[in-house]
């Protein structure tokens, strides 16, 4: 301890603990949209991940749990939505 008594560690070993470092591995983030005749495709999401389409406004249309690679969602044409996928937002004129 110091003289204000506030512990001081040098180094992790003066616990007997060995130093180590690592980096968290991050996903890389592959999911694809693109549209088909009337359907929004999504494609690389995860399984069990969240897919949320939105209105441009901001309303929330549907919400689906990704089951396979390829996810079909039936939309209006003429519209402009709002695609959320883990980590991503993708906008789609359809």
Same mark, same amino acid.
């Given at each position: 301890?110091?003289? #204000? $008594?506030?512990? +001081?560690?040098? &180094?992790?070993? %003066?616990?007997?603990?060995?130093?180590?470092? &690592?980096?968290?591995?991050?996903?890389?983030? $592959?999911? =694809?949209? !693109?549209? *088909?005749?009337?359907?929004?495709?999504?494609?690389?999401? #995860?399984? +069990? %991940?969240?897919? &949320?389409?939105?209105?441009?406004?901001?309303?929330?249309?549907? &919400?689906?749990?990704?089951? #396979?690679?390829?996810?079909?969602? *039936?939309?209006?044409? $003429? !519209?402009?939505?709002?695609?959320?996928?883990?980590?991503?937002?993708? =906008?789609?004129?359809?």
């Amino acid at each position: 301890m110091g003289k #204000d $008594n506030i512990l +001081r560690i040098q &180094s992790p070993q %003066d616990f007997g603990m060995i130093q180590t470092t &690592s980096i968290y591995k991050t996903q890389e983030n $592959n999911v =694809k949209i !693109h549209t *088909n005749q009337r359907a929004i495709v999504v494609t690389g999401a #995860d399984l +069990r %991940d969240e897919i &949320s389409v939105y209105a441009e406004s901001g309303i929330l249309l549907q &919400s689906t749990k990704v089951t #396979d690679n390829i996810v079909r969602i *039936n939309a209006t044409t $003429n !519209h402009i939505y709002l695609i959320k996928t883990t980590g991503k937002i993708f =906008k789609v004129a359809l």
